[in-house]
Nanobody
Framework: VQLQASGGGLVQPGGSLRLSCAAS????????WGWFRQAPGKEREFVAA????????IYRDSVKGRFTFSRDNAKNTVYLQMNSLKPEDTAVYYC????????????????????WGQGTLVTVSS
């Protein structure tokens, strides 16, 4: 199983980027997807997650209203649309997946996702 993340880059504050994460080797149509990020010198943190079976989507507070998590099951791909980007959003973004639907309390935990992408760097700077 491989997860391939892409879409990162350099963007000015207030700009937008769309990250993609494509899975190969198995489908996650009934599982859970997550996005996490790690800024330089900081620990990895939860960004957003979606539970496929009921489409329950959760976000960290600092990205609510700016980031949108979407999916395309036919392509086995998820997306993170990031708008109104801020310098503090600068980080390496990782996608993660699990083949099962998680309860809400575990969707934010990186330890519950067995599959991870390689990360894509997002830099927000003028």
């Amino acid at each position: 199983v491989q997860l391939q993340a892409s879409g990162g880059g350099l963007v000015q504050p207030g700009g937008s980027l769309r990250l993609s994460c494509a899975a190969s080797g198995r489908t996650f149509s009934s599982g859970t997807w997550g996005w996490f990020r790690q800024a330089p010198g900081k620990e990895r943190e939860f960004v957003a997650a979606i539970r496929q079976n009921d489409r329950k989507t959760i976000y960290r507070d600092s990205v609510k209203g700016r980031f949108t998590f979407s999916r395309d099951n036919a392509k086995n791909t998820v997306y993170l649309q990031m708008n109104s980007l801020k310098p503090e959003d600068t980080a390496v973004y990782y996608c993660a997946a699990a083949g099962f639907g998680m309860i809400l309390s575990t969707m934010r935990s990186s330890e519950t996702y067995p599959y991870w992408g390689q990360g894509t760097l997002v830099t927000v700077s003028s």
